[in-house]
Nanobody, 127 residues
Framework: QVQLEESGGGLVQTGNSHRLSCAAS????????MAWFRQTPGQEREFVAA????????YYADAVKGRFTISGSSVRRTVSLQMLSLKPEDTAVYYC????????????????????WGQGTQVTVSS
């Protein structure tokens, strides 16, 4: 079993930067992919960014490409999300996700790929 814990949520002004972190505990060495998703009230949880430890690949949603960067430690299985130039539409609860199942790149954007989820952390971008 793996537990995920996010940290770093808060209130940020438009245009500013912010960083989220996620730490995996339990048996994180089995994890192949880790990702960030976000969700706003009444909306489905949407993909933000993902990282594949074995290949070192990173993947981004079009809405955040060029502004957000996912990175982390493949040994400790910690992952961060550096967010630049934040916009009010980035306001959401951000969830860390992970899976011990190896998937092709086309599937790392899918919620169904991930079998471990954190509790979420709120990021609010004020206009």
């Amino acid at each position: 079993q793996v537990q995920l814990e996010e940290s770093g949520g808060g209130l940020v002004q438009t245009g500013n930067s912010h960083r989220l972190s996620c730490a995996a505990s339990g048996d994180p060495s089995t994890l192949y992919h880790m990702a960030w998703f976000r969700q706003t009230p009444g909306q489905e949880r949407e993909f933000v960014a993902a990282i594949t430890w074995s290949a070192g690949g990173t993947y981004y949603a079009d809405a955040v490409k060029g502004r957000f960067t996912i990175s982390g430690s493949s040994v400790r299985r910690t992952v961060s999300l550096q967010m630049l130039s934040l916009k009010p539409e980035d306001t959401a609860v951000y969830y860390c996700a992970a899976t011990n199942r190896r998937r092709i790149p086309a599937l790392v954007r899918s919620r169904d790929t991930y079998n471990y989820w954190g509790q979420g952390t709120q990021v609010t971008v004020s206009s």
